[in-house]
């Protein structure tokens, strides 16, 4: 049976799947989320009631969360990238990028596009201002850390390659990434170079108008 995701192209969790999907060329039936398709939706309620997204379903097997929906296409079905080393020690720092990525990119930059949808009076603004730090701390540790590195853990474009493509994407509309960092500016460029990566943000473009704080003219 193939494999199914039930995803939206806009959402940066499902493009962080739809990296690894395209980096392997592995073959599945998108399900994508929307007004166009209600059974897509309902069948996403039924497999997982929180209803958020990706939901990968490979056979008998339903997977939830984009880090093991990745974990799991590395192990089921391999390609030619591995997105993840088969020794359990070298998976380490990948899985330590991803978990950095999804915590301190993906989280803060989420904080601040979910402001934008809250009526002005349940707005919050010192969320937003520790948001803006934590994001400006984390560009920073990242512009060290990638001063010796073409990707997130080295030389291999893996797992936590797909977390920082959408995550360095989205927070840098809304908190762009310091000219003093310029070995983040610069991974984020590559990242968007990237063809699987280029594939979901093309994928995504009818949908700029969606994003609530306004897509900037760019990219
Ligand atoms: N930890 C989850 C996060 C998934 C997530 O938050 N997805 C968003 C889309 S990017 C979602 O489902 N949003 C729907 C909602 O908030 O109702 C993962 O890694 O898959």
Not at 186 to 202: E, G, H, K, Q, T
Request: some cysteine; charged content about 25%.
């Amino acid at each position: 049976m193939s494999l199914q995701l039930y995803a939206h192209p806009f959402s940066s969790y499902c493009q962080k799947v739809l990296v690894a999907l395209y980096e392997n060329g592995t073959p599945f039936t998108y399900r994508v989320l929307g007004p166009d398709d209600a059974k897509a939706g309902e069948e996403l309620a039924a497999l997982w009631p929180l209803k958020r997204f990706p939901v990968l379903v490979d056979g008998k097997e339903t997977i939830l969360e984009s880090t093991v929906i990745i974990e799991h296409l590395s192990l089921a079905h391999p390609g030619r990238n591995g997105l993840l080393p088969t020794d359990a020690k070298a998976a380490l720092p990948v899985r330590m990028m991803d978990r950095f990525f999804d915590n301190y990119v993906m989280t803060p930059m989420q904080r601040i596009v979910f402001d934008h949808i809250r009526e002005p009076k349940d707005r919050d603004p010192y969320g937003v201002a520790e948001a803006r730090a934590m994001l400006d701390a984390a560009y920073q540790w990242l512009d060290g850390r990638l001063a010796s590195r073409e990707w997130a853990c080295g030389r291999d474009f893996g797992m936590a390659d797909c977390a920082a493509a959408p995550s360095l994407f989205y927070a840098d509309w809304v908190h762009e990434i310091d000219v003093a960092f310029p070995n983040t500016r610069a991974y984020r460029a590559r990242l968007l170079a990237r063809p699987s990566f280029a594939r979901a943000v093309d994928e995504a473009r009818p949908f700029r108008s969606w994003f609530p704080p306004g897509a900037p003219d760019r990219d």
